[in-house]
């Protein structure tokens, strides 16, 4: 899952960054509204996590803006203002959640976590496809109830594609979601991954689409 998190503050940004990227969120980062609306525009994120006291354009004003353009993207709004009205103008302008400075971190991940289940087919924290369960609060895969050794890496994209079953995802599309920008990956290495993944699930549980991607078919 790809968040964009737009922050000017460097060490909230840092902070949040290391945070959500130890939770298996991949986590790319601007400081400005003007970058926020050309990065949204151009390689749309999974959520947008924007604060609303940036230096050059108001929060409210950036979310407008990549509503212009991605309408149905997720957009979770930070603020240091506590005052309902300000609630209110956030959630108008078309935030999906709102949370105030200061807050808890895991109250900022557990409203994440409910907009990407919104954004997949779980309904709860276990997804569950066959005999393979993976949980997205313990991080572990379990194969007839039996643990897997996953690392981070084939975990993510384990989960992209159990949490989006039956959909068929390209390599640039499992790539968004397994890292972020500027980070070195070798042409091959969603192939590595999934033949990783293959040797420890059921030999055809993860499908590949020739010319396509991959996909884990509706059980």
């Given at each position: 899952?790809?968040?964009?998190?737009?922050?000017?503050?460097?060490?909230?940004?840092?902070?949040?960054?290391?945070?959500?990227?130890?939770?298996?969120?991949?986590?790319?980062?601007?400081?400005?509204?003007?970058?926020?609306?050309?990065?949204?525009?151009?390689?749309?994120?999974?959520?947008?996590?924007?604060?609303?006291?940036l230096?050059?354009?108001?929060?409210l004003?950036?979310?407008?803006?990549?509503?212009?353009?991605?309408?149905?993207?997720?957009?979770?709004?930070?603020?240091?203002?506590?005052?309902?009205?300000?609630?209110?103008?956030?959630?108008?302008?078309?935030a999906?959640?709102?949370?105030?400075?200061?807050?808890?971190?895991?109250?900022?991940?557990?409203?994440?976590?409910?907009?990407?289940?919104?954004?997949?087919?779980?309904?709860?924290?276990?997804?569950?496809v066959?005999?393979?369960?993976?949980?997205?609060?313990t991080?572990?895969?379990?194969?007839?109830?039996?643990?897997?050794d996953?690392?981070?890496?084939?975990?993510?994209?384990?989960?992209?594609?159990?949490?989006?079953?039956?959909?068929?995802?390209?390599?640039?599309?499992?790539?968004?979601?397994?890292?972020?920008?500027?980070?070195?990956?070798?042409?091959?290495?969603?192939?590595?991954?999934?033949?990783?993944?293959?040797?420890k699930?059921?030999?055809?549980?993860?499908?590949?689409?020739?010319?396509?991607?991959?996909?884990?078919k509706?059980?």
């Amino acid at each position: 899952m790809q968040i964009l998190l737009v922050e000017d503050d460097p060490v909230i940004l840092a902070g949040l960054q290391t945070t959500l990227t130890n939770e298996n969120f991949v986590v790319n980062t601007v400081s400005s509204g003007e970058d926020a609306i050309f990065q949204a525009k151009i390689s749309p994120p999974d959520i947008v996590v924007l604060d609303i006291g940036l230096p050059d354009i108001n929060g409210l004003d950036v979310l407008q803006a990549i509503r212009l353009n991605s309408p149905d993207l997720p957009v979770l709004l930070l603020t240091a203002r506590d005052d309902i009205s300000d609630k209110v103008k956030g959630l108008n302008a078309g935030a999906d959640d709102y949370i105030t400075k200061p807050f808890e971190i895991e109250e900022l991940i557990a409203r994440l976590r409910v907009i990407e289940r919104r954004l997949g087919t779980a309904t709860n924290s276990c997804i569950t496809v066959g005999n393979v369960s993976l949980d997205t609060d313990t991080y572990v895969v379990k194969i007839d109830g039996e643990p897997l050794d996953v690392p981070r890496r084939e975990y993510m994209l384990l989960k992209a594609l159990m949490e989006r079953e039956g959909s068929v995802l390209s390599k640039d599309q499992l790539e968004k979601k397994l890292y972020a920008w500027g980070e070195e990956t070798s042409s091959n290495a969603i192939e590595v991954h999934i033949h990783n993944l293959r040797k420890k699930l059921y030999k055809d549980f993860i499908t590949t689409i020739r010319g396509i991607g991959y996909t884990i078919k509706k059980s």
